[in-house]
């Protein structure tokens, strides 16, 4: 498994939305190993297709899940009944939905600055393994431009994440190809 916070399990939080054929993007950190940062974090972070269908497939998933909504100033998070409607409505009404599940926190993006649309998020993103668990990975430079408009906060994920697009340079440079490819992501820090 995933080397990641006490209490995380994000194998268990993909391969659910996996087995619902939800239509997704990782984000984050998680996002970052798999493009070999060297640091896992806890939060699993996804940008999600809204379509009404995709939504049809995330509801179920988040009952298997567990899911429950988490609010800042809260200390308890609280469950919440959804289907594709309900869940549409809100992502419509909200820049990011954080959820808790007994695998750990599970951060929806609807909209974050610094990151193109979901149509553009999928077409630039590339296939990975997290665990074994399939996912569509965010490119590089779509994490990098996230990281730039998000403050001094992540200052020290956005060096992590240039250095790394400076080795893809200087490795494509002197034609070196990845270990796995571009067609297949997985990081060097999992399955430990």
């Not at 179920?60 to 909504?69: F, H, K, N, S, Y």
């Not at 974050?112 to 569509?136: F, K, N, S, T």
């Not at 994920?157 to 250095?163: C, E, G, I, P, V």
């Amino acid at each position: 498994m995933a080397e990641s916070r006490p209490g995380v399990d994000p194998r268990s939080i993909l391969t659910v939305l996996h087995r619902h054929r939800v239509d997704y993007v990782l984000l984050g950190d998680w996002a970052a190993v798999l493009h070999g940062a060297p640091r896992p974090s806890g939060d699993i972070d996804i940008a999600l297709a809204r379509g009404r269908r995709n939504l049809a497939r995330l509801s179920p998933a988040l009952t298997d899940l567990g899911a429950r909504m988490r609010f800042p100033g809260r200390p308890d998070p609280l469950v919440f009944t959804h289907d594709p409607g309900s869940l549409g409505r809100m992502f419509g009404s909200m820049p990011s939905v954080s959820l808790v599940t007994p695998h750990g926190p599970l951060d929806i993006v609807v909209e974050q600055p610094g990151l193109p649309d979901y149509r553009d998020l999928r077409r630039h993103a590339v296939a990975g393994r997290l665990d074994g668990v399939p996912v569509q990975v965010a490119s590089l430079d779509d994490l990098i431009r996230s990281k730039q408009v998000a403050g001094p906060a992540e200052l020290d994920a956005l060096s992590t994440l240039q250095h790394l697009r400076e080795l893809q340079e200087l490795n494509k440079a002197l034609r070196i190809e990845p270990r796995l490819g571009r067609e297949e992501l997985e990081s060097p820090w999992l399955g430990l």
